[in-house]
């Protein structure tokens, strides 16, 4: 949790108090205006690409120390509830709109949800993936409502 936390700081102090940061939310919401107003779009991805392989390298270390040794398939399916965390935060999945904060709120909402379908004890863990897409999707329609103002396109 203390890795999390820290990990998560750092993160929303790069992303909005540096012009890396500004840069990201610029190529998410629009690679070519980006380019045109001279954002390196190149680089700033390339040193995003490198986070994200180094996070998920401390994230297999952390799994590792938990489970005493290492598995390939330790974290199979969890790229789901990675989705889900983001899309439950609001973070558009278009790119350009999102925050650190906003999915952090996400992932806890996510956990809650999880841990009270865990708790009902009766629900198979197939049916389990399946809410959890159900919620998926339920976010991504509303966000899409929202970001055509509810209108048929």
Do not use: H, P, Y
């Given at each position: 949790m203390v890795v999390f936390i820290v990990v998560a700081l750092i993160a929303a102090m790069i992303s909005t108090r540096t012009a890396y940061g500004r840069s990201t939310y610029a190529i998410g919401g629009n690679e070519n205006a980006s380019?045109?107003?001279?954002?390196?779009?190149?680089?700033?991805?390339?040193?995003?690409?490198?986070?994200?392989?180094?996070?998920?390298?401390?994230?297999?270390?952390?799994?590792?120390?938990?489970l005493g040794a290492g598995q390939p398939l330790g974290?199979?399916?969890?790229?789901?509830?990675?989705?889900?965390?983001?899309?439950?935060?609001?973070?558009?999945?278009?790119?350009?709109?999102?925050?650190?904060?906003?999915?952090?709120?996400?992932?806890?909402?996510?956990?809650?949800?999880?841990?009270i379908i865990n708790l009902q004890g009766n629900v198979n863990s197939y049916w389990q993936n399946i809410i959890m897409g159900l919620i998926i999707l339920a976010v991504i329609v509303i966000q899409n409502r929202g970001k055509t103002g509810g209108e048929r396109s």
């Open positions: 380019r045109m107003m001279g954002i390196r779009v190149e680089r700033s991805k390339a040193i995003s690409f490198t986070a994200s392989g180094v996070l998920s390298a401390l994230a297999g270390v952390i799994l590792c120390s938990r974290g199979q399916g969890w790229e789901m509830d990675a989705i889900a965390g983001v899309a439950i935060g609001g973070t558009l999945l278009s790119g350009g709109v999102g925050g650190i904060g906003k999915t952090v709120c996400g992932v806890l909402i996510m956990g809650f949800i999880k841990n």
